[in-house]
């Protein structure tokens, strides 16, 4: 059975790999300190047997209203509205195949759903890889309006947004 649940300083992150080696780094790296020292993010970790089979790093953000496509912004306010930012996400490469992807959205969705409760939340936003683009239009985002800033030589994410009240059920 799969545990999802948030990153604990005691977890071994060392042993994780997903294939992607940014990905990689950031969780080895990155993804406690970002969490326990700089409280900038929070990470779900999916645990099967003891083991890391994958992550997924969430914080609060906002998104400005004009890069909404037009149908998305009736009524609504013309300032940063809050969302759920899905920062990274992974799944070690003994797990791929497996649904687990699947298992940590799904559970991003129920964290945005609580923020919308309680604090105010219109969606999820993700930075999707340009090879993750598929995997996120299945459940229903959409591509989103750049405003400015690129990478230069690295791979450009396409930013992809799914409003709170698109959320699917399963």
Same mark, same amino acid.
């Given at each position: 059975?799969?545990?999802?649940?948030?990153? @604990?300083?005691?977890?071994?992150?060392?042993?994780?790999?997903?294939?992607?080696?940014?990905?990689?780094?950031?969780?080895?790296? +990155?993804?406690?300190?970002?969490?326990?020292?700089?409280?900038?993010?929070?990470?779900? !970790?999916?645990?099967?047997?003891?083991?890391? @089979?994958?992550?997924?790093?969430?914080?609060?953000?906002?998104?400005?209203?004009?890069?909404?496509?037009?149908?998305?912004?009736?009524?609504?306010?013309? +300032?940063?509205?809050?969302?759920?930012?899905?920062?990274?996400?992974? !799944?070690? +490469?003994?797990?791929?195949?497996?649904?687990?992807?699947?298992?940590?959205?799904?559970?991003?969705? @129920?964290?945005?759903?609580?923020?919308?409760?309680?604090?105010?939340? !219109?969606?999820?936003? !993700?930075?999707? @890889?340009?090879?993750?683009?598929?995997? +996120?239009?299945?459940?229903?985002?959409i591509k989103l309006q750049i405003l400015e800033g690129n990478l230069g030589d690295r791979p450009?994410?396409?930013?992809?947004?799914?409003?709170?009240g698109s959320i699917p059920e399963k």
């Open positions: 059975m799969i545990e999802v649940r948030i990153l @604990k300083p005691s977890d071994d992150r060392t042993r994780f790999r997903s294939g992607n080696t940014d990905l990689d780094r950031f969780f080895v790296r +990155y993804a406690g300190q970002n969490q326990f020292r700089h409280h900038i993010g929070i990470t779900y !970790v999916a645990i099967e047997n003891n083991s890391i @089979k994958g992550f997924a790093t969430v914080s609060p953000s906002h998104i400005e209203i004009d890069q909404l496509p037009a149908s998305r912004i009736k009524r609504l306010p013309r +300032y940063p509205l809050p969302i759920l930012r899905l920062a990274r996400l992974a !799944v070690d +490469y003994s797990a791929q195949g497996r649904s687990i992807g699947s298992l940590l959205l799904r559970a991003v969705f @129920k964290l945005a759903s609580e923020m919308g409760e309680k604090f105010g939340c !219109v969606g999820v936003v !993700v930075d999707a @890889k340009p090879h993750s683009i598929s995997f +996120y239009e299945r459940y229903g985002f450009e994410p396409t930013p992809m947004f799914l409003s709170l």
